[in-house]
């Protein structure tokens, strides 16, 4: 039965593949088209794995925390630690449950705030955030402190690019020629926002970096969770 | 919030979360291909009628300003960045404002603001119920993370409130003082939510495992069966869906712009193409009048 799932679709996602070049010059389509394959694909991924109960909990804990935690921050305008969170879940219970963790706080989030087209956009962009700090884990860039502050600033910007990237796709969809010149005016237009997210994550990670690896550590090694 | 102040479920609704899921993935999917002024313009009128019976407008009207300024800025956008064509509106200083691209702006404007109008009543329709129930039938471990993660953002909520009442009692707040101060205070609420939310979490794991968590299928909380009725729908849209690409691939329902702009007159495979998009859009109000008659012949 599993294998006839996933045998369904992967045919599917080669359809969707073929009729995407099959439309040329439709960046929106098949912008959407890519990043839900890549969503689905790191899902089938998830799925093979037999999770324990506990695990699980605990990375539904962490996506609500990471959903969660805007609210203290409501009355500070574009300051949130989702990011952080996010982050600080990856780099400590690696690559994979990182991903899981960003794509489920943004879609649970959505589920509540509203879902749109840019739900599979926050999906891989917070689930990049959350992959990219469980996979540096062992370089020299994530096992020093100004590395971790370099990391929190490039994805400050890095989240805003891939949000504008639709953002474009849908300003300018079909055979409108996308030119350096709107690229560049369409991402000066958030460059303020990027910039006091990553200042945002700078801070977080200054302030609270090493308690919170040393608390999400501490909780691992104390029940033996997600230790791959 | 569900069943508060909806009148009677319609028949859209009643379907089985496939027949909506692949209604709403399907009218998505023609939105973004069929770039024609005439086509858009008629499938937001389907779609704003669509919205009116299901909330008498309340949610359109609540992202009304956010569904105008991104049509307006799309608008602008392409006029300004796209000087080809052949057609010179006005110039202005070096530019060149071209009747295309304004055409070309204000057709991704009405395709935009469509898709946005169609996710407010999917908002409406999908419940997380629903998404949940087709997770769980092609991907049940990632269903019952969400789920789980669902649960327990209001639990989260609840606990931020009384960490702030116990914060505020000690004179931490959020909301007054210095910037850097209301920051390091806000997230101090979060570091201590979760380390009080993380043993918690131990005890909700292993009550689950106590329970049988795992050791056999999973069922639902609320369980849709795939009807007749849904089968026929299903049959419906994949066959309208099929017909209409067919009619896009030979380039029927999409207005040329470049290199030379077509006219938006409609061709007789147009008016055909343009019919059978208006069916697929129309069907939850279809339904509704199919629902009626029954209702009648029954009486």
């Given at each position: 039965?599993?294998?006839?799932?996933?045998?369904?679709?992967?045919?599917?996602?080669?359809?969707?593949?073929?009729?995407?070049?099959?439309?040329?010059?439709?960046?929106?389509?098949?912008?959407?088209?890519?990043?839900?394959?890549?969503?689905?694909?790191?899902?089938?991924?998830?799925?093979?794995?037999?999770?324990?109960?506990?695990?699980?909990?605990?990375?539904?804990?962490?996506?609500?925390?990471?959903?969660?935690?805007?609210?203290?921050?409501?009355?500070l305008?574009?300051?949130?630690?989702?990011?952080?969170?996010?982050?600080?879940?990856?780099?400590?219970?690696?690559?994979?449950?990182?991903?899981?963790?960003?794509?489920?706080?943004?879609?649970?989030?959505?589920?509540?705030?509203?879902?749109?087209?840019?739900?599979?956009?926050?999906?891989?962009?917070?689930?990049?955030?959350?992959?990219?700090?469980?996979w540096?884990?062992?370089?020299?860039?994530?096992?020093?402190?100004?590395?971790?502050?370099?990391?929190?600033?490039?994805?400050?910007?890095?989240?805003?690019?891939?949000?504008?990237?639709?953002?474009?796709?849908?300003?300018?969809?079909?055979?409108?020629?996308?030119?350096?010149?709107?690229?560049?005016?369409?991402?000066?237009?958030?460059?303020?926002?990027?910039?006091?997210?990553?200042?945002?994550?700078?801070?977080?990670?200054?302030?609270f970096?090493?308690?919170?690896?040393?608390?999400?550590?501490?909780?691992?090694r104390?029940?033996?969770?997600?230790?791959? | 919030?569900?069943?508060?102040?909806?009148?009677?479920?319609?028949?859209?609704?009643?379907?089985?979360?496939?027949?909506?899921?692949?209604?709403?993935?399907?009218?998505?999917?023609?939105?973004?291909?069929?770039?024609?002024?005439?086509?858009?313009?008629?499938?937001?009128?389907?779609?704003?009628?669509?919205?009116?019976?299901?909330?008498?407008?309340?949610?359109?009207?609540?992202?009304?300003?956010?569904?105008?300024?991104?049509?307006?800025?799309?608008?602008?956008?392409?006029?300004?960045?796209?000087?080809?064509?052949?057609?010179?509106?006005?110039?202005?200083?070096?530019?060149?404002?071209t009747?295309?691209?304004?055409?070309?702006?204000?057709?991704?404007?009405?395709?935009?603001?469509?898709?946005l109008?169609?996710?407010?009543?999917?908002?409406?329709?999908?419940?997380?119920?629903?998404?949940?129930?087709?997770?769980?039938?092609?991907?049940?471990?990632?269903?019952?993370?969400?789920?789980l993660?669902?649960?327990?953002?209001?639990?989260?909520?609840?606990?931020?409130?009384?960490?702030?009442?116990?914060?505020?009692?000690?004179?931490?707040?959020?909301?007054?003082?210095?910037?850097?101060?209301?920051?390091?205070?806000?997230?101090?609420?979060?570091?201590?939510?979760?380390?009080?939310?993380?043993?918690?979490?131990?005890?909700?794991?292993?009550?689950?495992?106590?329970?049988?968590?795992?050791?056999?299928?999973?069922?639902?909380?609320?369980?849709?069966?795939?009807?007749?009725?849904?089968?026929?729908?299903?049959?419906?849209?994949?066959?309208l869906?099929?017909?209409?690409?067919?009619?896009?691939?030979?380039?029927?329902g999409?207005?040329?712009?470049?290199?030379?702009?077509?006219?938006?007159?409609?061709?007789?495979?147009?008016?055909?193409?343009?019919?059978l998009?208006?069916?697929?859009?129309?069907?939850?109000?279809?339904?509704?009048?199919?629902?009626?008659?029954?209702?009648?012949?029954?009486k």
């Amino acid at each position: 039965m599993r294998t006839i799932k996933t045998a369904g679709l992967f045919l599917l996602m080669i359809c969707v593949m073929l009729f995407s070049f099959m439309l040329p010059n439709h960046y929106l389509w098949l912008s959407f088209a890519l990043i839900i394959i890549s969503i689905v694909l790191l899902l089938v991924r998830f799925e093979k794995r037999k999770i324990d109960p506990r695990e699980l909990v605990l990375l539904a804990v962490l996506a609500s925390i990471a959903a969660v935690g805007r609210i203290p921050f409501a009355s500070l305008p574009s300051v949130q630690p989702t990011t952080f969170v996010i982050m600080m879940s990856g780099y400590v219970f690696g690559a994979e449950s990182g991903f899981i963790i960003g794509a489920v706080a943004a879609l649970a989030s959505n589920m509540i705030l509203g879902q749109g087209p840019w739900t599979p956009w926050q999906m891989v962009a917070w689930g990049l955030v959350g992959f990219t700090a469980g996979w540096l884990k062992k370089t020299k860039l994530m096992n020093s402190q100004l590395g971790r502050l370099l990391f929190g600033v490039i994805w400050g910007f890095l989240f805003g690019w891939i949000m504008n990237i639709w953002g474009l796709f849908a300003f300018t969809q079909g055979d409108s020629p996308i030119n350096v010149r709107s690229i560049l005016t369409y991402f000066a237009g958030s460059a303020v926002f990027d910039t006091m997210h990553a200042a945002s994550n700078v801070f977080f990670l200054l302030v609270f970096g090493k308690t919170w690896v040393k608390i999400l550590t501490r909780f691992k090694r104390k029940y033996g969770l997600l230790e791959s | 919030m569900m069943f508060g102040e909806q009148s009677m479920p319609n028949q859209f609704e009643r379907f089985h979360p496939l027949v909506t899921f692949s209604f709403y993935a399907g009218a998505l999917s023609l939105l973004i291909l069929m770039l024609h002024p005439v086509f858009l313009g008629t499938a937001i009128v389907v779609i704003l009628a669509i919205n009116y019976r299901q909330d008498h407008l309340s949610g359109v009207r609540r992202w009304l300003i956010f569904m105008m300024t991104t049509g307006l800025l799309i608008v602008i956008f392409n006029p300004l960045f796209n000087e080809r064509g052949r057609h010179v509106l006005f110039e202005m200083g070096q530019r060149r404002f071209t009747l295309e691209a304004v055409t070309y702006g204000g057709m991704n404007a009405l395709s935009i603001i469509g898709v946005l109008a169609l996710f407010i009543s999917y908002n409406e329709i999908m419940t997380p119920n629903k998404l949940l129930f087709l997770f769980s039938k092609f991907m049940p471990q990632f269903a019952i993370l969400l789920m789980l993660t669902l649960r327990f953002i209001p639990l989260m909520k609840r606990r931020l409130a009384e960490i702030s009442v116990i914060q505020m009692s000690k004179g931490i707040s959020v909301t007054h003082g210095k910037w850097k101060g209301r920051v390091k205070a806000a997230m101090q609420y979060i570091q201590i939510l979760l380390t009080y939310s993380l043993e918690e979490a131990i005890q909700t794991a292993d009550s689950m495992k106590a329970r049988g968590y795992g050791s056999g299928i999973r069922t639902s909380y609320e369980y849709f069966r795939f009807k007749k009725m849904d089968g026929l729908a299903l049959f419906y849209l994949v066959m309208l869906f099929l017909l209409i690409l067919n009619g896009r691939f030979s380039g029927y329902g999409f207005l040329n712009v470049y290199p030379i702009m077509e006219s938006c007159q409609l061709t007789k495979m147009d008016t055909f193409t343009l019919t059978l998009f208006l069916f697929f859009l129309s069907f939850p109000l279809l339904t509704e009048i199919g629902g009626v008659f029954r209702c009648r012949l029954s009486k």
